[in-house]
Each structure stands twice: as structure tokens, then as C-alpha cells.
């Protein structure tokens, strides 16, 4: 079993849309990272969660850590953002990726 | 200018090659990393330093070397270049006290050995 598994591996939406991405994991950690992957390759840390919820602009990260779940909410979603949207776990000295979730918003 | 400055942004060259991929940084954070990632799979740690006396092997370091010259300047090189070191490179930093973001990443090499 994977230590960190996301959900949908891919989405695809039509703009407006409320986009949500959840992440699971199994192990403890320090902290748990969102980060977008843009289709040239470029990678943007969103959040860096070790309890509750944050918030930049349309975007909402929240973590349960009894449960071991996080989510990313994207709200009135915008084809812009398509991209591929990782969760990661953070420990002392490296990150531990999910598999990613391609999400793609139609105009 | 970047935060996190990656030099060259693109490069072929062939194998058994010696090849350096420079990183240099302007956000003040002591940790620096090296990863790779392979198309359709998640980053992997070659190497990671605390601070430039404290440099670290990752999980696939074989083939690899690093130097910490400064703390802004974090370089990555490859002995003998092999094809299947073909892949796109990220250099990225981090604050040891956090920050909302946590990482942040260079704009990331892509490597190709012929």
C-alpha cells in the first residue's frame, strides 16, 4: 500500500466548477504539502499544512490529521489552473509525492 | 529575477560526459535539494544539504555527485552521463522553520543523454 494516495488520478471539469482533490496517507508526518505541476514542468508549492485549513486566493487546503486525509478545493475553477495537483508528505529531510491528480478545466 | 535559478534550463549531451547542472537561490533558506523526476512518476531525492558542511545522499544518488559551494549555490553533476539519467532535474529549497509554502522549486533542467 502506497503511504500517500490521491484521489481522482484524473478530473476534468468545466470552468466555474468546484474542483475538489483529496489525499490519504498511512504514515506520521510533520507537515503535508500541496504543489502544482504546470504542463512545461514547472512546480509551485501551494500549502504546507500541519492542521486545520489555509486559504490563498481560490484555493483551500484542509487536513484531518486523526484521519489522515487532506483536501484541495479549487473554487469558480478557471482553465488556467489545469495542471497536475500533488500531494506530498513532509518529513525531516524529503517529501513523499502521490501520484498526482491531472485535473482539466474546459472553458 | 527567480528565487531559485537554474542553469541550463536545457541540455543534450552524450554519454559518458561529465555534466554539471548549477542552482543557485535568493531565498535565504539553508536546505537545498536535488531531484529528479521521470515522465509520469513523482520526484525522486538524489541529494539534500542542511547547510554547506552537511550534504546528504538521497534515495538514488548512484551516479551522482553534489558540491555546496555557498549557501546560495548548490550544484549537481554527473560523472559519466548514461541515458537513463535522461530526465527533468528540479533543484529546490527550504526554511527549516516553515513557511506557508514550505518548497520552493527551480524552474527545473531537462537532461537528455544520447
Known amino acids: 500500500k502506497n503511504e500517500v494516495e490521491q484521489s481522482p488520478q484524473n478530473l476534468t471539469a468545466q470552468e466555474g466548477e468546484f474542483i475538489t482533490i483529496n489525499c490519504s496517507y498511512s504514515v506520521g508526518i510533520s507537515a503535508l504539502h500541496w504543489l502544482q505541476q504546470h504542463p512545461g514542468g514547472g512546480i509551485v508549492s501551494l500549502f504546507m499544512?500541519?492542521?486545520?485549513?489555509k486559504k490563498h486566493g481560490r484555493l483551500i487546503a484542509t487536513i484531518n490529521i486523526q484521519e489522515k486525509h487532506s483536501s484541495l478545493h479549487i473554487t469558480a475553477s478557471h482553465p488556467r489552473d489545469s495542471a497536475v495537483y500533488i500531494c506530498a508528505l513532509g518529513s525531516n529531510y524529503q517529501l513523499i509525492w502521490g501520484a498526482g491528480t491531472k485535473l482539466i478545466i474546459k472553458p | 529575477d527567480a528565487d531559485v535559478t537554474q542553469t541550463p534550463r536545457n541540455r543534450i549531451t552524450k554519454t559518458g560526459k561529465r555534466i554539471m547542472l548549477e542552482c543557485s537561490q535568493t531565498?535565504?533558506?539553508?536546505?537545498m535539494y536535488w531531484y529528479r523526476q521521470d515522465p509520469g512518476l513523482g520526484l525522486r531525492l538524489i541529494y539534500y544539504s542542511f547547510d554547506v558542511k552537511d550534504i546528504n545522499k538521497g534515495e538514488i544518488s548512484d551516479g551522482y555527485s553534489v558540491s555546496r559551494q555557498a549557501q546560495a549555490k548548490f550544484s549537481l553533476s554527473l560523472e559519466s552521463a548514461i541515458p537513463n539519467q535522461t530526465a527533468l532535474y528540479f533543484c529546490?529549497?527550504?526554511?527549516?522553520?516553515?513557511?506557508?509554502?514550505?518548497?520552493?522549486f527551480g524552474s527545473g533542467t531537462r537532461l537528455t543523454v544520447v
Open positions: 529546490a529549497t527550504s526554511d527549516e522553520s516553515g513557511t506557508d509554502y514550505g518548497y520552493t
Open positions: 499544512l500541519s492542521s486545520g485549513k
Open positions: 531565498k535565504g533558506h539553508d536546505r
